[in-house]
């Protein structure tokens, strides 16, 4: 018997008798489950089963366990949306995955009522026994690694902290945010590990608000040169431009802004050619770029001319 439930009939039992309450109080102090929610009551009881079983199995480990909890205002009812999960599971899976570093594969394990909450586990491959770790003692699980990753960036999301040193985990973190945003849905996330420990972090309104000021972008400008040969022409006032012959060179789309100044200086597909250009990017909060582009400016100073229409 855990949870809010338990606490909610011992307080009914203390209305209107003194000694009741006299005894709950001291009860509830001596337990020290009064400002505990289900979540850590079983952590505790996991850890506490884990100790009981290595008085026996020395190396037992428990199962890990992923909770997703689901909180918004069409959750009351304990059930998970078609459109929640096409919406957020794989996009959760992936994000757990680059905090990993590696691929993590999830299966879904049940739901429960307590608003919306998605159990689930990690899939883990078979093990070779005939390589047992040369230290005897099991490595951590690729799940538990980003999981840990994970909930430490989510907590520093939902405190506006700088989170530039997770950069490369922005667009994941990005993509459940807008998930979550279009069914007004809240996210916490709890995660147990072999060896019963728990990890838990949320991403409510707040976080989703900071996490769409950091993808708001601003320009950055500056004048380039790109030389090379031109491999593609379009009327649209686009130029391709490959600045070596090796395959693998780097090329360039050049856009100009008025289309007949292209075709007034007739270019043809294999010319050489230097354009002073403006390179655009647009950065956003995280130093990511978010788009580039190549605008032609005029002929760099090396640039022989082009012959022009008579």
């Known amino acids: 018997m855990t949870g809010d ?38 952590a505790e009881h996991r850890a506490s089963r884990l100790a009981a079983a290595r008085e026996y199995a020395p190396d037992a480990r428990l199962d890990e366990e992923l909770q997703l909890r689901l909180t918004g205002p ?30 993590v594969q999830l299966e879904l394990t049940g739901i429960s009522a307590g608003s919306t909450v998605v159990h689930a586990r990690p899939i883990t491959a078979p093990t070779d026994s005939s390589q047992p770790d040369a230290l005897g003692a099991p490595a951590t699980s690729a799940a538990a690694m980003g999981l840990g ?33 279009r069914y007004e849905l809240d996210l916490g996330v709890t995660w147990y ?19 769409k000021r950091l993808r708001e972008t601003k320009d950055r400008d500056q004048e380039i040169t790109i030389s090379g040969r031109v491999t593609e022409l379009r009327e649209s006032g686009l130029v391709k431009v490959k600045t070596g012959t090796a395959k693998n060179s780097p090329a360039y789309d050049v856009r100009f802004e008025d289309p007949g100044e292209l075709l007034r200086m007739r270019p043809g597909l294999g010319d050489n050619v230097h354009f002073r250009v403006r390179f655009r990017q647009q950065l956003d909060s995280m130093g990511i770029a978010r788009s580039t582009e190549y605008t032609y400016i005029g002929p760099a100073a090396e640039q022989t001319s082009l012959p022009l229409e008579p």
């Open 74 to 103: 069409d959750t009351d009812g304990g059930g998970l949306r078609f459109q929640w999960g096409d919406a957020l599971l794989e996009p959760v899976e992936h994000m757990i995955s680059v905090a990993a570093g590696t691929p």
């Open 5 to 42: 439930n338990w606490r909610e009939r011992r307080r009914a039992l203390q209305e209107g008798d003194p000694a009741e309450t006299r005894r709950a109080a001291r009860l509830l102090d001596m337990l020290g489950t009064e400002d505990r929610d289900d979540e850590e009551i079983e």
């Open 193 to 211: 590990d072999a060896e019963g420990r728990m990890r838990r972090a949320r991403l409510t309104e707040r976080g989703r608000r900071y996490v």
């Open 149 to 181: 990753t994970l909930t430490t960036l989510l907590d520093a999301v939902e405190s506006e902290h700088d989170i530039r040193e997770w950069a490369r985990l922005f667009d994941a973190v990005e993509a459940v945010s807008r998930a979550l945003s």
